[in-house]
């Protein structure tokens, strides 16, 4: 088993930063792929970024590209999220998801582990 949790969210003006970690606990996190989704009122979740277990491999979803940067810190057991020039559409419950199966089971939002959420909210 592996633990997630979130943290970082808040409120921010557009055009602002905010920079999301998801701590894991449990079975070795460095050799999961890891990705954050998320989910606004109303709508369905989405994929937003995944990395590779190695950090070597990362995907953006169209929307965050340019925006959002993916990483990790194996050492500490940590995924991230730098997100920049932050639009009022970002605005959702953030998600972190994990997978030993690998980037593509991760990116299809299947992944066998997910945290509880944080919350975004871009005010414009």
């Known amino acids: 088993q592996v633990q997630l949790v979130e943290s970082g969210g808040g409120l921010v003006q557009a055009g602002g930063s905010l920079r999301l970690s998801c701590a894991a606990s449990?079975?070795?996190?460095?050799?999961?792929?890891m990705g954050w989704f998320r989910q606004a009122p109303g709508k369905e979740r989405e994929f937003v970024a995944a990395?590779?277990?190695?950090?070597?491999?990362?995907y953006y979803a169209d929307s965050v590209k340019g925006r959002f940067t993916i990483s990790r810190d194996n050492g500490k057991s940590t995924g991230n999220l730098q997100m920049n020039s932050l639009k009022p559409e970002d605005t959702a419950v953030y998600y972190c998801?994990?997978?030993?199966?690998?980037?593509?089971?991760?990116?299809?939002?299947?992944?066998?582990?997910w945290g509880q959420g944080t919350q975004v909210t871009v005010s414009s």
């Open positions: 990395i590779s277990w190695t950090g070597g491999s990362t």
């Open positions: 998801a994990a997978d030993f199966r690998g980037i593509e089971r991760v990116k299809s939002g299947n992944g066998d582990y």
């Open positions: 449990g079975r070795t996190f460095s050799r999961c792929a």
